[in-house]
């Protein structure tokens, strides 16, 4: 495995100086805009290329680049063949990906394995046929673990407490939360939360626990409200361009598939967790607040939040998909995977 070219560095020496290689060996080149030190770099994406060059003996390696565009265009460079491979969060070009809202809607799972298990398995089930990926190969589909609201100088206790919190949201689910429950979204990157925050020109950011402390944003904030299930969660892939899919040789991409699918949902599943566990006993440690709502809480923000899969169901009919099988097929295989994998 290869692992952080420059994109010139690989161009250039694409074009001037071949690498050398047998017939039959293919090199997958990996868009990672990602930081190399994120855990999604070190504990899923490189992992993943090391079982694909090993269960295929050597005749497919993965060339982890770092990114050749935004986060929100790797959908379009593994489309047209800029990369083979690519990670990408589907929230980000939510006008593309409407079906994945579903396994982001609030209070579904406490953690990320199951989710991301049952994420798969509902694609496979029912959502594959919609054909939202286009002309792409679907590697891989997970989820990272309860997102919840974190603040800064407000502890939230009450509906009440949410009114005119200025939050940085990441996604349309997260957007729509905060609009709900009465706050104003700002759409920023993670990578931005620390200044923002520091400036004084939000109140607060949607995260799950690892992000706090990946993006060093844990002395920044100082409260959250730890809904059980959690409020939201983003919805992750790895897709491969088509063309490059469909030239490897059938035995490897029965190998390749292997370790992809459900097992790159465990793999990624178990990344979130662990650390979602580690950054949480940090924050404790720390001083933070953890705020977890009574029943009488819970259910006003359930039942504001009730609008979401209701608008959202509305909103699939159209393409012909019945939206409560969807989110009902989802729980039930977040109950299944509960059940096998604890």
């Not at 855990?39 to 994406?45: D, G, K, M, N, P």
């Not at 009440?160 to 429950?181: A, H, N, P, Q």
Request: aromatic share 10%; hydrophobic share 40%.
């Amino acid at each position: 495995m290869k692992v952080q070219l420059t994109a010139a560095a690989t161009l250039i020496s694409s074009v001037f100086f071949p690498i050398a290689a047998n017939a039959e060996d293919v090199t997958l080149r990996f868009s990672n805009w990602l930081p190399p030190t994120h855990l999604l770099s070190t504990e899923v994406i490189e992992p993943w290329a090391e079982q694909i060059e090993e269960v295929t003996e050597g005749r497919v390696n993965v060339q982890i680049l770092s990114g050749l565009g935004s986060p929100e265009s790797h959908y379009n460079l593994v489309k047209n063949g800029v990369a083979d491979l690519a990670f990408s969060v589907d929230g980000y070009t939510s006008d593309r990906f409407v079906l994945p809202y579903a396994m982001r809607l609030p209070f579904l799972a406490d953690d990320s394995t199951t989710a991301s298990v049952a994420y798969w398995r509902t694609y496979k089930e029912l959502l594959e046929q919609y054909n939202e990926f286009g002309d792409v190969k679907v590697m891989g589909l997970w989820t990272f673990g309860p997102g919840n609201i974190h603040t800064t100088e407000r502890e939230i206790t009450s509906l009440e407490d949410f009114e005119g919190l200025r939050i940085r949201v990441s996604s349309d689910i997260v957007k729509d939360i905060v609009e709900t429950l009465g706050g104003s979204p700002m759409f920023a990157p993670a990578s931005e939360v620390y200044e923002l925050i520091s400036r004084g020109v939000v109140d607060g950011a949607s995260f799950n626990y690892d992000s706090i402390t990946s993006f060093r944003i844990d002395d920044s904030l100082n409260y959250v409200l730890d809904i059980p299930g959690g409020l939201y969660r983003e919805t992750h892939y790895i897709i491969m361009n088509q063309r490059k899919w469909d030239a490897l040789e059938p035995r490897d991409q029965e190998a390749i598939m292997e370790v992809s699918g459900e097992a790159l949902a465990i793999l990624a599943g178990n990344a979130w967790d662990r650390n979602d566990a580690i950054a949480k006993e940090r924050l404790i440690e720390q001083g933070y607040t953890i705020t977890v709502p009574d029943e009488a809480f819970l259910q006003e923000i359930e039942t504001e939040l009730s609008v979401l899969a209701e608008d959202w169901k509305e909103r699939v009919a159209p393409m012909g998909v019945d939206g409560q099988l969807v989110i009902d097929t989802f729980k039930e295989h977040i109950e299944q995977a509960e059940q096998e994998l604890n």
